[in-house]
């Protein structure tokens, strides 16, 4: 099977070295960045680089951009895409995308199918792409009603040669509302945490409840943005429900009330090991 990869970051860069490394596919890259491009191929990760009019040569695209130029990039090139063939994004919100390029790809007779990696580093470009980076990581598929289920079928069998841990199907809209809590919201905080004053004396002061909670502060505005805008109203109702539960911490210390804040933070003990045990 012919494969493009649409934007060799860090995400398609390492879509590349999987499927080279545990498939026999050929892949194909397509890439503003010249410099990814050199390394794609001198890495030999893809086979050579091409332009989106040879898209009508391809079996099955992945589109590994932010969500705005996912968007662009696919209905800019509708006409380019091989009918019978399979489009495949990788963005970390999916209704707005499954909405905006699903009807118009079918129209081309091309199927189109939501999925998003749950996997990455604190770092971003081809040159720190892996082809580990999906072992053992869950991959999200969001199939709409259209979606054949010979198609479901094989981006699961795809995803499991390509090393990922877990399989999960969803709908784009379940999708978002999960991945409000799960991603979205601790990028938040992890950024917001770091403006402390505090931050310039924690040299020698920290270990690993620092570096844990600090981690993820360390992103791509650009692409960020983009997905907190595109996936408002579930990233809000997050945001308003840790609002809140703070104010009941502040609210037991301010008043020295032992037993209040013990009993906050047994909760969330107890709801933590239980999380543990549900995985």
Same mark, same amino acid.
């Not at 509708?78 to 118009?104: E, H, Q, R, W």
């Not at 409840?209 to 579930?234: C, G, H, I, Y």
């Given at each position: *099977? /012919?494969?493009?990869?649409? !934007? &060799?970051? @860090?995400?398609?860069?390492?879509?590349?070295?999987?499927?080279k490394r545990y498939t026999d596919h050929r892949i194909f890259g397509i890439d503003n960045n010249s410099d990814a491009i050199q390394m794609a191929l001198d890495c030999k990760a893809i086979e050579?680089?091409? &332009? %989106?009019?040879?898209?009508?040569? *391809?079996?099955?695209?992945?589109? #590994?951009l932010h969500p705005e130029?996912?968007?662009?990039?696919? &209905?800019?090139? &509708? $006409?380019?895409?091989?009918k019978g063939s399979l489009v495949m994004d990788t963005c970390g919100? /999916?209704?707005?995308?499954? =909405?905006?390029?699903?009807? %118009?790809?079918?129209?081309?007779?091309?199927?189109?199918?939501?999925?998003? %990696? *749950?996997? !990455?580093?604190?770092?971003? !470009?081809?040159?720190? #792409?892996?082809?580990? @980076?999906?072992?053992?990581?869950?991959?999200?598929?969001?199939?709409d009603e259209t979606t054949p289920a010979h198609t479901v079928e094989f981006i699961t069998y795809f995803a499991k040669k390509l090393q990922f841990g /877990?399989?999960?199907? $969803?709908? %784009?809209?379940?999708?978002d509302r999960v991945i409000a809590f799960t991603s979205q919201l601790a990028h938040i905080v992890s950024n917001a945490y770091i403006k402390s004053p505090s931050l310039q004396q924690q040299s020698g002061f920290s270990a690993g409840s620092f570096l844990d909670l600090t981690r993820v502060a360390k992103l791509n505005e650009d692409m960020w943005t #983009?997905?907190?805008? *595109? =996936?408002q109203q579930p990233l809000l109702f997050e945001i308003d429900?840790?609002?809140?539960? @703070?104010?009941?911490?502040?609210?037991?210390?301010a008043q020295d009330d032992a037993q209040t804040l013990h009993d906050l933070l047994k909760e969330g003990r107890i709801l933590k090991e239980n999380s543990l045990a549900s995985q």
């Amino acid at each position: *099977m /012919k494969i493009a990869v649409v !934007g &060799l970051g @860090l995400i398609g860069g390492s879509f590349c070295k999987a499927i080279k490394r545990y498939t026999d596919h050929r892949i194909f890259g397509i890439d503003n960045n010249s410099d990814a491009i050199q390394m794609a191929l001198d890495c030999k990760a893809i086979e050579r680089e091409i &332009l %989106p009019a040879e898209l009508c040569e *391809m079996d099955f695209t992945i589109v #590994s951009l932010h969500p705005e130029q996912t968007i662009a990039f696919i &209905l800019q090139h &509708l $006409s380019y895409f091989k009918k019978g063939s399979l489009v495949m994004d990788t963005c970390g919100v /999916k209704t707005t995308i499954v =909405n905006a390029v699903a009807g %118009p790809l079918s129209e081309q007779g091309v199927i189109f199918v939501g999925a998003h %990696p *749950m996997a !990455g580093r604190e770092f971003s !470009g081809f040159a720190y #792409s892996l082809d580990c @980076l999906y072992e053992d990581a869950s991959f999200i598929i969001t199939p709409d009603e259209t979606t054949p289920a010979h198609t479901v079928e094989f981006i699961t069998y795809f995803a499991k040669k390509l090393q990922f841990g /877990k399989v999960v199907i $969803s709908t %784009p809209q379940e999708h978002d509302r999960v991945i409000a809590f799960t991603s979205q919201l601790a990028h938040i905080v992890s950024n917001a945490y770091i403006k402390s004053p505090s931050l310039q004396q924690q040299s020698g002061f920290s270990a690993g409840s620092f570096l844990d909670l600090t981690r993820v502060a360390k992103l791509n505005e650009d692409m960020w943005t #983009s997905l907190f805008l *595109m =996936n408002q109203q579930p990233l809000l109702f997050e945001i308003d429900t840790i609002i809140k539960k @703070l104010q009941e911490y502040r609210q037991a210390i301010a008043q020295d009330d032992a037993q209040t804040l013990h009993d906050l933070l047994k909760e969330g003990r107890i709801l933590k090991e239980n999380s543990l045990a549900s995985q």
